[in-house]
């Protein structure tokens, strides 16, 4: 069984966005992967270490060469090859992406796509759906639980709602997005997991060994012309804006001032 | 001098840092009162390859450079304790350096492999209660019978001693013959006639264990000497440069961590109407202080560089007299620069820096080590005369 897993280059979540003109000003940013794409390269290893019916993870990532530092992350945490597809991965809008993911899905026929549920500088959370509505796939978003068949025909899906979870099993291949939850200690399950088995909490970090032996992992580089993929952009950005900064808040006297600002200067009552 | 860090020593660092503050940071509070971290902080260091990083893969490193060290060292210290940072670095850069250069296939199986893992403690014996600085004065004696070797005397401030799986030990196989008598020998702690006489309280470093050990007619196997009998005193002065290296690095890195957390600090407390940092007394000191902090780094990374060179790229197995003088000198530099650092930043954080609950505290009492463990401030001094031969 073959795992495609995407991952994207963001700008570091944990430093501030600074917005120069009509973008945000990228100079200077530290990039990560995206945080859930990092959960689906965990979820993908935890498959792959429990079942032992995965024989390959592939990992894909658009983007400048630049990016191979981060498809080099993916590696050094223990999946077995990277694909870069080169473009600006800055303008992709997210039917541009999901055209390129379509087309790697098709060259590399895996039997799980597993990928993020979005990314957390755009935020639009459509890229897997649109891949699975074009490859006609089962898709099954926001997995916070998965267990793998046996004979890795089928994967059941834990998702989390009001109230509960609800499981969904879909047969493979199929497309799966992965939640927050994915990484907690016992959410991945295979037919060869033992009872008591338990990952430790989060992604986890490369180490030594596996970044050394990520140097020598393969690296296919694809151009969009080579996948022959259509690129007319259907999303344009005609502005970004911070938002307003607050104003310093006030103390009222009473209940009756509170409402009546609240009613009058506010207006959100 | 150019970037020495590739794109493996920078996602090396993303996991120390990751492990230092996600697994260590949320923790070292407990410790220190414990005094004492738990073993298992060992064996994930062991795992994730902070312990083996410049290691040969031979030997159950990560077969990197000496710059995978420098990584490791610096993102340690965002764990917040000095203690667990020098357990681990004992683990790593001190008790073990030697048994990587000298050991038999048979000692690296036994106690490289298993260390560099963090499944077996390693400590260091050098110290004794009458010899320290003068390490040619240890009284710790290995007598030949037969196929052992019978071990008698006593270490002291051993870190790590309360919990070790073995001691690289100081002992001397000819007791009459000065600096050529001295051997070193490998030592677990298993052996009958080995004890763990005290657990010593101390200023800082709380979280991290120091020992006095015993050592009674213990009956070590000739076959865990280390290298050649009588050449111990050379081999130890070999292991104490990556020691003095990785410490000089570790304390750089601390003391940029406190300067910058304690500015933080500044911005936020008012006094006489404006944030102490808006003092232009305050700013200068800091000025002085950030200069120093990077004149450290400079010499440290200098002498790592020379070290590199010598050890990684032209193989040798004996340091220059230039190299061991340089990495004595950071240490020295380093440790002065530490002290004003961790003073001034507690006079900065007036009464609060005085308390418990505040990190500095605990960075002042715990930096003061730097310029006497592993070889004082006036010893290095001393090397350096020599090495200059006044
Ligand atoms: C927390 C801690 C952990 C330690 N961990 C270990 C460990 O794991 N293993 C280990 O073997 N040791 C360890 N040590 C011991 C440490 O290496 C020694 O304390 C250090 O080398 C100094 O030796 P000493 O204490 O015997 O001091 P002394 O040698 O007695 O020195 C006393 C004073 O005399 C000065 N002096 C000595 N010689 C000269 C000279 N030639 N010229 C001028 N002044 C001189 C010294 O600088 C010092 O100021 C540890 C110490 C501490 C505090």
Known sequence: ?????????????????????????????????NPFDEYAVEAALRLKESSGAVDEIVVLTIGSKDVTQQLRSCLAMGADRGILVEG??????????????????????????????????????????LVAGKLDLPQACFAGQLELEGDASAITVGREIDG????????????????????????????????????????RYASLKGIMQAKKKKIDEISVGDLGVELEQWVKTTSVETPPSRSAGIKVESVDELVDKLQNEAKVL | MSQPFTEEHELFRKTVRSFAEKELLPNVDQWEEDELFPDEVFKRAGELGILGAHYPEEHGGGGGDYWFSVAKAEELVRGGSAGVTMGLLVQSDMATPCISDLGSKEQIEEFLKPALAGERIAALGVSEPDAGSD?????????????????????????????????????KTDPDAGYGGISILLVPSDLPGFTVAKKLKKLGNHASDTAELHLEDVKVPARYLLGQEGQGFYYLMQNFQTERLIAAVSATAGAKLTLDRSVAYGRDRMA?????????????????????????????????????????????????????????????????????????????????????????????RDQRLLRIGGGTSEVMKYLIAKTMGF
């Open chain 2, 135 to 171: 390490v040619a004065g240890i009284r710790t004696t290995a007598r030949r019978v037969g196929d052992d070797y019978i071990v008698n005397g006593a270490k002291t401030y051993i870190t790590n001693g309360t919990r070790c799986g073995f001691v690289t030990l100081l002992c």
């Open chain 1, 88 to 129: 600006d991965d800055d303008s992709l809008d997210s039917e541009q992406t999901a055209r390129i993911i379509k087309a790697v899905y098709e060259r590399e026929s895996p039997d799980l796509l597993l990928m993020g549920k979005q990314a957390v500088d755009g935020d639009n959370n459509q890229v897997a759906q």
């Open chain 2, 272 to 364: 006489f109407g404006k944030p102490i940092i808006k003092r232009e007394v305050w700013q200068h000191r800091f000025v002085d202080l950030y200069t120093l902090n990077e004149a450290a780094r400079a010499l440290s990374y200098d002498a790592v560089s020379d070290y590199n060179r010598e050890r990684y790229e032209l193989g040798r197995e004996q340091l220059s007299f230039d190299v061991v003088r340089k990495i004595s000198m950071a240490k020295l530099f380093v440790g002065d620069m530490a002290d004003r650092v961790a003073d001034e930043c507690l006079q900065f954080h007036g009464g609060m820096g005085y308390m418990d609950e505040c990190f500095i505290s605990r960075v002042w």
């Open chain 1, 1 to 33: 069984m073959k795992i495609l897993v995407t991952a994207k280059r963001v700008p570091d979540p944990e430093q501030k966005v600074k917005v120069q003109g009509d973008a945000i000003d990228l100079s200077g940013m530290n990039f990560v992967v």
């Open chain 1, 164 to 203: 509960g979870m609800e499981f969904k099993k879909v047969p493979l291949p199929s497309v799966v997005t992965v939640d927050l939850r994915i990484v907690m200690p016992t959410a991945v399950k295979t037919a060869g997991s033992k009872d008591n088995q338990e990952y430790a909490e989060g992604p």
